[in-house]
C-alpha cells in the first residue's frame, strides 16, 4: 500500500506542542511527526470508537503476538511474553527503569 509521506500537513494552530514555538524557531526538539496516520490505524480507532464505553482494558494477546512477530520477522530475535511490559510512553519507561534499577544518589546518563 502507498502511503503520503511526502506530503506536507500544516499543523499550525492545532494545539502541536510541535509548532507552538515562535515563528522563527526550528522545532526540533520533540519527536512528533508531521504525516498524516496510516488509514488502517484510523479505521481501528473508528472501529473501538464506535463502542460507547471507553473503560480500562486489558492488553490483547493480539498486542503481544504483534511485537513478538515484528522482532522475530525483522530481526530474527524470538521474545518471550512474559519480558513485554506496556508502557504509556518512553518518558514513564525510562523512569520506572532508573527508579528500579537505580538507588537515591547513584548517578546516571541518558543519551
Known amino acids: 500500500m502507498q502511503y503520503g509521506f511526502d506530503q506536507p500537513i500544516d499543523r499550525i494552530g492545532t494545539s502541536s506542542?510541535?509548532?507552538?514555538?515562535?515563528?522563527?524557531?526550528?522545532?526540533?526538539?520533540?519527536a512528533d511527526m508531521d504525516f498524516?496516520?496510516?488509514?488502517?490505524?484510523v479505521a481501528a480507532l473508528r472501529?473501538?470508537?464506535?463502542?460507547?464505553?471507553?473503560?480500562?482494558c486489558v492488553l490483547?494477546?493480539?498486542w503481544y503476538r504483534a511485537i513478538i512477530s515484528w522482532w522475530q520477522e525483522r530481526h530474527g530475535f524470538t521474545l518471550q511474553k512474559d519480558w513485554l511490559l506496556f508502557v504509556a510512553g518512553i518518558v514513564p519507561a525510562i523512569s520506572s527503569i532508573i527508579r528500579k534499577l537505580t538507588t537515591p544518589g547513584e548517578n546516571?546518563?541518558?543519551?
Open 17 to 30: 506542542l510541535k509548532w507552538s514555538g515562535s515563528e522563527n524557531e526550528l522545532p526540533m526538539w520533540v
Open 47 to 56: 472501529q473501538r470508537l464506535e463502542h460507547p464505553v471507553y473503560g480500562y
Open 36 to 41: 498524516a496516520v496510516a488509514p488502517e490505524i
Open 60 to 62: 490483547p494477546d493480539a
Open 108 to 111: 546516571i546518563l541518558v543519551l
